[in-house]
């Protein structure tokens, strides 16, 4: 049982390139998650999603987008990557939403933009 | 809006001292409450919850919180801390009610040292 994980683990882009970053999860969760961490900000969430084939905007969605076309992965696409999006993204899962459920994190992606 | 409150981005202690991190939280209706560990170039963890049941949860790795809704505190302690406790603890609300209900919104962050 591998839980989330996440490929790849770093990645180097220019300005302008574009990049898809993967999730997947094998505890058959419908809610997953795609944060970003930025030193002393703690994490923002992104985008998020509360079942296969449906996605929703979380606080800092501009300049993302995301696809859950299978349960168990959540992709979260830059289309024109900025030195601004330079971070450590998480992904997350959870079983369902509300109720204390917990998140599960992956182990992160760290992307440097030049 | 949700907003949490993590007094402290770093705090240093001595091996065996005891261990306070401080999380406040501002809502009107009581979240759920989380403290997640995160130890160098890994993810999140989860150390433990708060869903209004007993106020004093215990956690894993000897840490307990205690929510105290006078103080919208929930702040983390552990009796005697150990050099493998040193990582960054992030204190993180759910709510309970409205659009953003099962959103995580995470405080900043505190980072433990533990000197020998």
């Known amino acids: 049982n591998a839980g989330v994980t996440q490929t790849p683990k770093f990645r180097v882009l220019k300005t302008g390139q574009s990049m898809t970053l993967l999730c997947a999860q094998d505890?058959?969760?419908?809610?997953m998650y795609w944060y970003r961490q930025d030193p002393g900000m703690g994490l923002r969430l992104i985008h998020y999603?509360?079942?296969?084939?449906?996605?929703a905007k979380g606080e800092v969605p501009d300049g993302y987008n995301v696809s859950r076309l299978k349960k168990q992965n959540f992709l979260l696409g830059l289309e024109s990557a900025a030195p601004s999006q330079t971070s450590v993204y998480f992904c997350?899962?959870?079983?369902?939403?509300?109720?204390?459920?917990?998140?599960?994190f992956g182990p992160g992606t760290r992307l440097l933009v030049l | 809006a949700q907003s949490v409150t993590q007094l402290g981005s770093h705090v240093s202690v001595s091996e065996g001292a005891l261990v306070l991190l401080r999380c406040n939280y501002s809502s009107s209706v009581p979240p759920y409450l989380f403290w997640y560990v995160q130890y160098p170039n890994q993810g999140l963890q989860l150390l433990l919850k708060y869903t209004s049941a007993a106020t004093l949860v215990k956690g894993i790795n000897g840490f307990e919180a205690e929510f105290k809704k006078s103080e919208t505190s929930f702040h983390l302690t552990k009796p005697s801390a150990h050099m493998s406790d040193a990582a960054e603890y992030f204190c993180?609300?759910?709510?309970?009610?409205?659009?953003?209900?099962?959103?995580?919104?995470f405080g900043r962050g505190t980072q433990l040292t533990v000197w020998p």
């Open positions: 993180a609300v759910s709510p309970l009610r409205g659009s953003t209900l099962g959103r995580l919104y």
């Open positions: 997350a899962s959870s079983l369902r939403t509300g109720y204390g459920e917990t998140q599960y």
């Open positions: 999603s509360v079942g296969e084939g449906t996605t």
């Open positions: 505890m058959n969760h419908e809610y």
